[in-house]
C-alpha cells in the first residue's frame, strides 16, 4: 500500500514514482547502472577487505544469525542494492525492496526469484522520502548503505513512519570509531553515540548487536 497521491509504473518488475503525466521521476546512483554488474565483486574484493578491514563471510553470518526468527514478515529493505539480502533473509518473508539504481534493482529481482521468494516489490526510490504508507513494516533493514544518505535524521523519521509499533530496524555501517586502518570510505559515517542519539530521539530504543567485523557496527533499534 502506498501514500496517498503516489503514482507508480510498473516496468520490467521494477516500481518508479510517476507525477500526473506518468513522468518516472529519476535518480543519479554513486556507481552508474551500466556498470552495476561490477557491485558484488567490487564489494567482496576491495571494499570489505580493504576499506572495511572484515570479512564478506562473518557480514553475512552476523546478519544470518540476527534475522533467523524472522519469518513471514513484511520486510522493507533501504538501499537494496543487487539483492545480497538473499544470503541472510528467509523466503518466507514478503519483502520490499528500495534502490535509486534501476541496474542493481534488476539483478536483486533475478536473486530473490532465485533464491525461491514469492512475495516480492521493488521500488526505485530514495530513502528520505518513502512512497508507503504508514505502519506497512515488520522489520526494515539497511545494511552497509546509512553513511550514503544525506539525512540519516530524515531517514529514521520516515523509517519510524512506516514500521509498526514493535517494528525493528537492523542495520550494519561503518563507523569512524572503528576505522584502525583511517580508510578513505564514501559518505557521511556517523559515530555508534550519534546512532543511538538519532534512535532515541525518533523513538526507538538502540540495541548493540555484539559482532566485531572490521569498521562496521551492526545494531537493532525497536519502536517504541
Not at 167 to 185: A, D, H, L, M, Q
Not at 199 to 224: P, S, T, W
Amino acid at each position: 500500500m502506498l501514500k496517498d497521491g503516489i503514482r507508480i509504473v510498473e516496468k520490467k518488475g521494477l516500481c518508479y514514482i510517476a507525477d500526473n503525466r506518468n513522468k518516472i521521476k529519476r535518480f543519479k546512483p554513486w556507481l552508474g547502472d551500466s556498470f552495476s554488474f561490477l557491485y558484488d565483486r567490487i564489494m567482496q574484493k576491495s571494499i570489505f577487505p580493504k576499506k572495511f578491514g572484515g570479512d564478506m563471510g562473518k557480514h553475512i553470518d552476523i546478519l544470518q544469525k540476527e534475522l533467523k526468527d524472522v519469518r513471514g514478515k513484511n520486510v522493507l529493505e533501504l538501499a537494496t542494492g543487487s539483492g545480497s539480502a538473499v544470503d541472510f533473509l528467509h523466503n518466507s518473508n514478503h519483502f520490499t525492496g528500495s534502490d535509486i539504481s534501476e541496474g542493481l534493482l534488476r539483478q536483486a529481482v533475478k536473486n530473490f526469484r532465485d533464491a525461491g521468494f514469492k512475495e516480492t516489490k521493488f521500488y526505485v526510490t530514495g530513502a528520505e522520502e518513502l512512497p508507503f504508507a504508514d505502519n506497512m513494516f515488520d522489520v526494515c533493514l539497511c545494511i552497509l548503505s546509512l553513511n550514503f544518505f544525506s539525512d540519516a535524521e530524515t531517514v529514521f523519521k520516515d523509517i519510524r513512519r512506516v514500521l509498526n509499533t514493535g517494528g525493528i530496524f537492523i542495520c550494519s555501517v561503518p563507523v569512524p570509531e572503528k576505522n584502525k586502518r583511517e580508510s578513505t570510505i564514501r559518505g557521511r559515517l556517523h559515530s555508534e553515540q550519534e546512532l543511538k542519539n538519532i534512535c532515541v530521539n525518533n523513538d526507538f530504543k538502540y540495541e548493540g548487536i555484539n559482532a566485531e567485523n572490521g569498521v562496521l557496527l551492526y545494531f537493532r533499534a525497536v519502536l517504541q
